[in-house]
């Protein structure tokens, strides 16, 4: 319990300290997005968080509503823009959730948060990464990112469970920023990101 509210005084003085530092470039990039992208600046979408309860993460938008001649919104990789793609590869779009560390969603450290509609799909081993607060990046992330296996994605993430220290947390935050310079397991794939998880063998 004492280690675990470290953990949170740490991510609450670091989220604090980076908002304030890092103030102009957001106010820059919300521009940004505003010019290139358009209105909303901000994704939100709900997102299972600690023990698989709802919250609802913050980013800033990379996709466009660009729609067919049905008026049903395209794919991903034909929404996503130019400016959009430079975002994702840079984890710049990732900034805003600062402000989800601060309020208690999320912690600097952790497994990412998916999709809701994943939650009846885990096996019961996978479930197990949400014993923690998600993270802006975590284990996963620095070893393979999106090129991994959804498989390999969670048994990576379980370990972070099972494994946490202070220590292991820095060591991923120094590691991301170098993953995130190299642009490091961006892409699966053919896909822009992640292709749909729709289970596992149990």
């Not at 991510?11 to 358009?38: E, K, N, Q, T």
């Not at 938008?61 to 049903?72: L, N, V």
């Not at 019961?124 to 014993?131: C, I, M, S």
Request: proline fraction near 6%; charged fraction near 20%; include cysteine.
């Amino acid at each position: 319990m004492c280690a675990m509210r470290i953990k949170r005084w740490f991510d609450v003085v670091v989220a604090f300290l980076a908002l304030v530092l890092l103030s102009p470039l957001l106010i820059v990039l919300a521009l940004c997005v505003r010019v290139r992208i358009g209105a909303p600046v901000l994704f939100t979408q709900v997102r299972p968080g600690m023990r698989g309860l709802p919250f609802r993460l913050v980013k800033f938008r990379t996709m466009s509503d660009a729609r067919d001649a049905s008026g049903a919104l395209l794919p991903d990789a034909m929404r996503l823009t130019r400016f959009g793609k430079f975002l994702r590869a840079s984890s710049l779009d990732e900034l805003p959730e600062l402000w989800n560390v601060l309020t208690g969603a999320m912690s600097l450290v952790g497994p990412r948060p998916l999709l809701v509609e994943y939650l009846p799909l885990y096996t019961p081993e996978q479930a197990r990464r949400h014993e923690v607060r998600p993270g802006i990046t975590g284990w996963a992330q620095i070893n393979g990112r999106n090129a991994l296996s959804w498989e390999e994605r969670f048994a990576l993430d379980v370990w972070y469970v099972d494994n946490w220290s202070l220590a292991l947390d820095l060591r991923i935050i120094f590691r991301t920023i170098s993953k995130v310079v190299g642009q490091v397991g961006i892409s699966h794939g053919t896909d822009v990101t992640m292709p749909r998880f729709t289970g596992s063998r149990r």
